[in-house]
């Protein structure tokens, strides 16, 4: 199954970026058990996928999709947003679905809209019981896609107001999941009235949402 799918994520991520064609795609929001609010921020991955189609002439569907952790529909989507604020719940068999999709070739972003990490970090654990999260060093090419960002990540919203961190698990040398954490790149990308955040941070935020994008596309 995990060959069976990583030739198809494989094919589906050259067809993505790499065809003239510029065949439509879809990326989803992952839905979790558990009582968190994984459907917060529901402007978000909207305003991510019109920036990216803007600037990274990419020709995401506009419509985001959203999948549950342990169903078998995560494999059609090369790319998962993950958010919220509360508890966070994987039974075994989403584990095992999530680590299966993540080593064949799917990508999992997760931004902390504060008060997830907790909750986060054990059922991380349950997927890769071998792994630990990193955290990257600005050097790292997910900082310096189309958009550069000497410094790491952008700093959108307070929270406890200790400096931004992007964590990964590396999987045989490959990052299939970056978590970004006292950042809220989620609340940065939506709608200018839910958070009033200023133009220039919110400009920050898609930006290295599309570093994201594109770094998931191009490795």
Same mark, same amino acid.
């Given at each position: 199954?995990?060959?069976?799918? $990583?030739?198809?994520?494989? *094919?589906?991520? *050259?067809?993505?970026?790499?065809?003239?064609?510029?065949?439509?795609?879809?990326?989803? @929001?992952?839905?979790?058990?558990?009582?968190?609010?994984?459907?917060?921020?529901?402007?978000?991955?909207?305003? @991510?996928?019109?920036?990216? #189609?803007? #600037?990274?002439?990419?020709?995401? #569907?506009?419509?985001?999709?959203?999948?549950?952790? !342990? $169903?078998?529909?995560?494999?059609?989507?090369?790319? /998962?947003?993950?958010? !919220?604020?509360?508890?966070?719940?994987?039974? &075994?068999?989403?584990?095992?679905? /999530?680590? #299966?999709? *993540?080593?064949?070739?799917?990508?999992?972003?997760?931004?902390?809209?504060?008060?997830?990490?907790?909750?986060?970090?054990?059922?991380?654990? %349950?997927?890769?019981?071998?792994?630990?999260?990193?955290?990257?060093?600005?050097?790292?090419?997910?900082?310096?896609?189309?958009?550069?960002?000497?410094?790491?990540?952008? %700093?959108?919203?307070?929270?406890?107001?200790?400096?931004?961190?992007?964590?990964?698990? /590396?999987?045989?040398?490959?990052?299939?999941?970056?978590? &970004?954490?006292?950042? &809220? *790149?989620?609340?940065?990308?939506? &709608?200018?009235?839910?958070? %009033?955040?200023?133009?220039?941070?919110?400009?920050?935020?898609?930006?290295?949402?599309?570093?994201?994008?594109?770094?998931?596309?191009?490795?």
């Amino acid at each position: 199954m995990i060959k069976k799918y $990583s030739i198809l994520l494989v *094919l589906l991520a *050259l067809t993505y970026f790499g065809s003239s064609a510029q065949s439509t795609y879809q990326i989803a @929001l992952l839905k979790y058990n558990g009582g968190g609010d994984w459907y917060a921020n529901p402007t978000s991955l909207t305003n @991510l996928i019109d920036f990216c #189609n803007k #600037n990274l002439k990419t020709n995401i #569907n506009s419509e985001y999709a959203t999948v549950e952790v !342990g $169903s078998s529909e995560i494999f059609n989507y090369p790319f /998962l947003d993950m958010t !919220g604020h509360g508890n966070v719940i994987f039974n &075994d068999q989403e584990a095992l679905n /999530l680590r #299966n999709y *993540l080593i064949a070739g799917g990508f999992l972003h997760i931004s902390d809209n504060y008060g997830i990490d907790k909750y986060l970090r054990p059922q991380m654990k %349950k997927v890769f019981p071998e792994l630990e999260f990193v955290e990257l060093p600005f050097d790292f090419p997910i900082y310096h896609q189309k958009y550069n960002f000497p410094d790491g990540l952008p %700093k959108i919203h307070e929270h406890d107001g200790t400096p931004p961190q992007g964590f990964g698990f /590396l999987w045989e040398g490959r990052l299939v999941c970056f978590y &970004d954490y006292e950042c &809220d *790149l989620g609340d940065g990308w939506e &709608d200018p009235d839910v958070h %009033k955040d200023s133009h220039e941070k919110r400009l920050k935020a898609l930006q290295m949402g599309a570093n994201i994008v594109q770094y998931v596309f191009t490795k």
